[in-house]
């Protein structure tokens, strides 16, 4: 076969195939993983070891990842009621690895798109297992996160409970997007404690009693109590250890029960919708079965119960060398703005310089017939490079058949390749057969994950689909970019390869096009990089309308570097093949650098420069970023979708936090301008946990139908640091106790040596807020860019359909209180804190809120929480009517001259005077937009009292009301023996004068 599809083979294919396109299309939808659930058995699940872990006991890890899945799919079986299990697992282990039986040689999974990572610990989770949640209710997570230590020693894992559970528990949380039902100390959104018919309860989900002890962590004794009735800081929840709950889950670690096996909400295990756990929170109620069944793995009867049951197989393999098909557009429309030349230029450079040494590449063109340029060829040296890069060609005319480039990569190039990648580049629309859909189950097959490029406006609207569909990832490319877009397609393709002993980070880019005889600018190199420091100056290969040939630029004087010191640093070299200058520093100095470069000040001259560096010491993780987009390459209605823009910025394992990350968003269309988005890692809006270093902000802002090219720059603030990780308190032993905790009614035995196991356990982490530690390293200056790809909008608003995002941090606290006579009601001063939301969600400003408050938290649902359209932040109103149209017992808080219209993402701190009718009163709040559109109901904030311990601490007035009139008191005694003194002594002087 000479490369060339043939058309004739496709008149046979066609309904067969169209059926299979739709089932493995179908698959691909199902969500970021490429795991499947098939006949109750999930297939394609891969475990990934990273590459920082040694190998030195490699073969004892993969053992325990084995027993560990093994005995996870025995839970995961009982748990869904025998819908579900492991089937097949591959682990992938780093390439270096050498002790370890591989079953496979090499395996086309990697570990950054790995279900389960193995990796070095994060020192805010320490080596507690988790699962990284960046949406809502219902989406998948990013990953399951295991550290060597967890699976392999068994002090470090026995605080956790049965690794099999533990590794259940997570998998609910990444696949079916459900959360804890616990509490977290000292969180502010989700309590250990809440108060239920006057008794503090721990913050779990059971189907029956758990009953134990509040006791001290650090004193082991009994719990202090505070003003409002709640347990003070210190004080934990200590289970008996005999338990007959069977559920949930999700509550495990505070239940300590061998017999939890099942998800609050299955039958005849009720669900516990009334604690503030967190996935009461982000699923407004429902129960954790009632979310998993709504998944598509089991939605519509999918996957119904089974008897059978098999124990996972495994694949032991390394990560192969990636195999690349270039597919590349050369129908006519890419002589339009000189996109084949720009193609060219891109290409080669790519080849010359990126691609990693043992990769194999082909190049594969096409327009109205697919022809093989060049079959596979292994890059080994400088004359491999070259010749690759030399089949890059600039003629371009004829129609348009992507599917004829496809299907040759897929069943001749690609076929039995391990690691197969295809990176498909087009301008135009098909209007050749074979199209994208006739050849699509021929690719998905083929297990290529396709990357595909929109060159310009007119690219075909089948791209997205392609790349969803095998796993891979989108780019769109504007006909006035001068190669930065293009270069960040091709980038984008290597994270498909084995990790690289060093990556470059990319520090710095900029495009100077503005005429004048010099460009320069200033970037900053920070202390984890700087060795081979390279400037990367493309001549901005320009064409002359004319004579449609390269020419150079009019470069003056050849790049400079300068360095902090004031040191120049010159011998750049010009590369011919890439057009490229590159200057190379061995190792930069950290601190603010400048380059410059001299020009002839002719207008059509632009210069692209990137700034790219190795890290600076081996042993010092460098500062990376990466941006990626909620709905990837899924098809997005911008009149019902809600799309996150997503920057994650780490050392390492280290999230760094309070840094400055924007989202610059190119629209669909030339002549529109930058939009610029502040990501913000707050916990609030688009945000889910505050402090871990993943920055979010919702994208509201769409012009029209289209590609939206999404980039990140990440830049210290000057307030970034890096997370050091959170510590643990000294535990004191017992002392005399001398009075108990409060306890439940049934009494059991709790010897010291069992409290001291469960609080010997880390405080489980992370609820709403990580804090940051006070001795958390500053970053210093620094700054970063990445490519978050593309995302096409098939449908936008045309009115504001953006109700302003949910508020989550609401909070009151108690300042000060007035009793009448000792009793109800209270006049008191309560402070009340929030986040604003915008306009648009998270983006601009509120028009007004309603916060009400209730005795009854079914008061504040959802559905009976409807604000009036004449309401407004001053509102003060005090009754509603129910569906009964009876009324009702809330009222709204008055916030009339408050200062409440701010910018979204603003936090508020109001101080507020209100009649308490209750010890226990709620408090929720709504926020409306400037065409009345309303927020979801925020989280509810109690408020207690306790009026016998307040009535005791303060006498029946605030304590400093008591001091006041005991020093009033005791200074009109002073005066009055005063008087009486000076009054004796002046009879006492007359009566001497008589």
């Known amino acids: 076969m000479d490369g060339r599809w043939k058309k004739a083979r496709w008149r046979w294919r066609t309904p067969a195939v169209m059926v299979a396109v739709s089932l493995w299309a179908w698959v691909g939808v199902l969500g970021e993983t490429r795991a499947r659930l098939v006949d109750n058995g999930y297939e394609g699940v891969v475990v990934g070891v990273s590459q920082a872990v040694e190998d030195e006991h490699g073969a004892e890890l993969v053992e325990a990842l084995k027993h560990t899945l093994t005995e996870a799919s025995r ?71 295991l550290t060597p230590t967890y699976l392999l020693n068994d002090s470090a894992a026995r605080g956790w409970g049965s690794r099999g559970k533990v590794l259940l528990q997570e998998w609910a949380k990444y696949r079916w997007g459900v959360f804890d039902e616990l509490g977290y100390a000292e969180d502010p959104a989700f309590p250990l404690f809440y108060i239920s018919h006057r008794r503090n309860r721990p913050s779990l989900c059971s189907d029956r009693e758990v009953t134990g002890r509040l006791i001290d962590k650090l004193h082991l004794s009994a719990c202090r109590m505070l003003p409002s009735g709640e347990p003070d800081a210190n004080c934990r929840f200590i289970p008996y250890p005999h338990q007959t709950a069977t559920s949930s889950l999700l509550s495990d670690l505070a239940i300590r029960s061998k017999e939890v096996k099942h998800f609050c909400g299955t039958e005849g295990r009720p669900h516990n919708s009334a604690a503030p756990t967190k996935h009461n929170f982000h699923c407004r109620g429902r129960s954790a079965w009632d979310v998993i069944l709504s998944h598509s793995d089991f939605e519509d009867g999918a996957n119904p119960p089974s008897d059978h049951f098999e124990n996972p197989t495994f694949r032991v393999v390394q990560q192969a060398d990636a195999t690349y098909a270039l597919v590349l557009d050369y129908s006519g429309s890419m002589n339009n703005h000189y996109r084949v030349h720009k193609l060219r230029r891109i290409a080669r450079r790519w080849l010359l310089y990126e691609v990693a040494t043992g990769s194999y590449v082909s190049i594969i063109n096409f327009n109205k017939n697919a022809r093989l340029v060049r079959s596979l060829t292994r890059v080994t040296d400088k004359a491999s ?245 909620s709905h990837g390459a899924k098809d997005v209605n911008a009149t019902v979708d809600r799309v996150v823009i997503f920057a994650k910025v780490m050392q390492g394992n280290s999230p760094v936090v309070n840094a400055d990350v924007r989202a610059f968003i190119t629209p669909p269309h030339e002549h529109e301008p930058t939009q610029v988005y502040t990501l913000r890692d707050n916990g609030q809006g688009a945000d889910i946990t505050a402090g871990d270093g993943v920055y979010s902000h919702y994208m509201t802002h769409f012009t029209s139908p289209g590609r939206y090219i999404v980039r990140a720059q990440v830049t210290d603030g000057g307030t970034a640091v890096i997370h ?110 929030w986040t604003a939301p915008g306009d648009d969600l998270d983006s601009g400003i509120v028009s007004g809120y309603e916060l009400r408050m209730s005795t009854d938290v079914r008061n504040l649902e959802e559905e009976n929480f409807i604000v009036n359209s004449s309401s407004s932040s001053s509102s003060s109103s005090s009754s509603s009517y129910n569906n009964n149209n009876s009324m009702t017992g809330w009222s709204v808080v008055d916030l009339s001259g408050l200062p409440v219209e701010v910018e979204g993402g603003t936090h508020l701190l109001l101080n507020v005077s209100l009649t308490l009718n209750s010890h226990k009163t709620y408090f929720a709040l709504r926020a409306w937009d400037d065409v009345g559109s309303v927020s979801e109901v925020s989280n509810l904030a109690p408020l207690y009292l306790d009026p016998a311990r307040v009535r005791t601490s303060t006498g029946g007035m605030g304590a400093w009301v008591v001091v006041v009139v005991v020093v009033v008191v005791l200074c009109l005694l002073v005066v009055v023996a005063m008087l009486c003194l000076a009054r004796r002594r002046t009879r006492t002087a007359a009566q001497k004068l008589i």
């Open 75 to 145: 839970r995961l079986f009982v748990a869904t009621d025998r819908r579900a299990y492991f089937r097949t697992v591959t682990i992938v282990v780093p390439r270096e690895w050498t002790k370890v039986n591989l079953t496979h040689h090499e395996g086309s999974e990697n570990f950054e798109d790995s279900d389960i990572k193995v990796d070095e610990m994060n020192p805010v989770y320490r080596h507690q297992p988790y699962t990284q949640q960046n949406l809502g209710c219902g989406a998948p997570g990013q990953h399951i996160h």
């Open 385 to 629: 490079r070259k010749l690759l890069a030399n089949s890059i060609e600039t003629k371009a005319d004829g129609g348009t058949s992507i599917g004829s480039g496809l299907y040759v990569a897929a069943r001749q190039v690609l076929r039995d390749s391990a690691n197969p990648v295809i990176l498909l580049i087009t301008d135009g629309e098909e209007n050749e057969n074979p199209r994208i859909d006739h050849v699509l189950f021929d690719v998905v097959k083929s297990g290529a994950r396709v990357v595909t490029v929109a060159f310009g406006e007119e690219a075909d609207l089948q791209l997205e689909k392609v790349a969803r569909s095998t796993g891979g990832k989108t780019f769109t490319v504007i006909d006035i970019d001068e190669g930065q877009m293009l270069e960040d397609a091709f980038v984008g393709a290597l994270t498909f390869q084995p990790p690289q002993p060093d990556t470059p980070i990319t520090i710095f880019e900029t495009v100077y096009k503005d005429g004048g005889r010099e460009a320069s600018s200033t970037f900053h190199v920070d202390f984890t990089v700087g060795r081979n420091l390279t400037l990367r100056l493309e001549t901005g290969a320009q064409v002359s309308s004319s004579s449609p040939r390269l020419t150079n630029p009019q470069i003056t004087s050849a790049p400079v570097l300068i360095g902090p010191d004031g040191t120049v640093y010159r011998n750049a070299r010009f590369d011919p093949d890439s057009s490229t200058w590159l200057l190379v520093v061995p190792l930069a100095e950290a601190g603010l650098w400048q380059w410059k470069v001299g020009l002839s000040g002719e207008r059509s001259t632009s210069v692209r420069v990137r700034i790219v560096s190795l890290q600076r010491d081996p042993s010092v993780q460098p500062i990376t970023t990466k941006a990626w987009i």
């Open 724 to 833: 050091s990780g959170t510590s643990q308190p000294v535990r004191r032993r017992r002392r005399e106790v001398e009075e108990k905790g409060e306890e439940e009614e049934e009494e059991q035995d709790m010897d010291e040596d069992y409290i001291h196991t469960i609080l010997g356990v880390p405080e489980r982490c992370c609820g709403s807020v990580i804090p940051v530690p006070r001795d958390s390293t500053p970053t210093g200056n620094f700054q970063r860019t990445y490519s978050g790809g593309s995302l096409k909008v098939t449908n936008v608003p045309e009115t504001d359909v953006l109700a302003p995002s949910r508020v989550r941090d609401l909070s009151v606290a108690l300042v000060g209180v007035g009793w009448g006579r000792g009793s109800l009601p209270i006049h008191a001063s309560v402070r009340i804190r």
